[in-house]
């Protein structure tokens, strides 16, 4: 008997709970500036963008748990020069100076799923903060690398060579990164975000970088989105 008073009484909390749970959802549209961390190449950033749908559940009048499903472009760009010594099997030539220049433009296509656990200043409106987890699946990538060498022997003028390098692009498929923003939520219909995160995995993989440098994802993302629900 005990069990089952046990029971309906938790059933009756759960009950409670979900009747007075609120749920929204809306279209979310921005900008990305995309980049990469944790690498000692020198990268500019790219700018990219992300769309999708977003669902807002209550937890409490200022608390929520925010999930989105967005497709989000990121990316990078960067150049790397590498200059080695050699001496050539005849040694009456002198040294010779390979300088090698790789440029490399990747653009990625992510689905993003971030889940944020979202605190609001009113009751679910006006000024909020973020932070939670982001799942991301890479679905397309787009990189162009273009490689260029020259020798030299003694000190005279470079010499245009064909590089030994690979243009062969790889990348890890998956990605966990953590994201946190701020924004503000009208009392009706908009709400505004800027957000930034940071993958903790590497975004390259295969032999045409070395491990150190492959480098994490790191997205600074503004945004706007319709908001649809109780108020």
Do not use: C
């Amino acid at each position: 008997m005990k069990k089952l008073l046990s029971i309906f009484f938790l059933v009756s909390i759960f009950s409670t709970i979900s009747s007075q749970a609120q749920f929204r959802l809306g279209p979310a549209v921005g900008l990305n500036v995309a980049t990469l961390s944790g690498t000692d190449i020198t990268v500019d950033p790219k700018i990219g963008w992300h769309a999708g749908l977003f669902f807002d559940v209550s937890l409490t009048k200022h608390l929520s748990i925010m999930p989105s499903v967005l497709y989000s472009t990121k990316g990078y760009k960067y150049e790397y020069i590498s200059t080695t010594s050699a001496e050539p099997i005849d040694t009456s030539t002198g040294t010779a100076t390979i300088t090698a220049t790789v440029d490399v433009n990747a653009t990625l296509g992510y689905l993003d799923v971030p889940a944020l656990l979202t605190w609001y200043s009113g009751e679910h409106k006006g000024f909020m903060i973020q932070v939670g987890p982001q799942l991301s699946y890479l679905i397309t990538d787009n990189a162009t690398v273009n490689t260029s060498a020259t020798i030299s022997q003694n000190g005279q003028s470079p010499q245009p060579t064909t590089p030994s390098t690979s243009n062969k692009l790889e990348f890890h498929k998956t990605d966990l990164s953590l994201m946190g923003g701020i924004g503000y939520k009208l009392p009706a219909l908009l709400m505004i975000y800027a957000r930034a995160s940071t993958g903790f995995g590497k975004v390259q993989d295969g032999d045409f970088i070395k491990d150190e440098n492959a480098g994490h994802n790191f997205v600074i993302s503004v945004g706007a989105a319709l908001v649809f629900g109780p108020k």
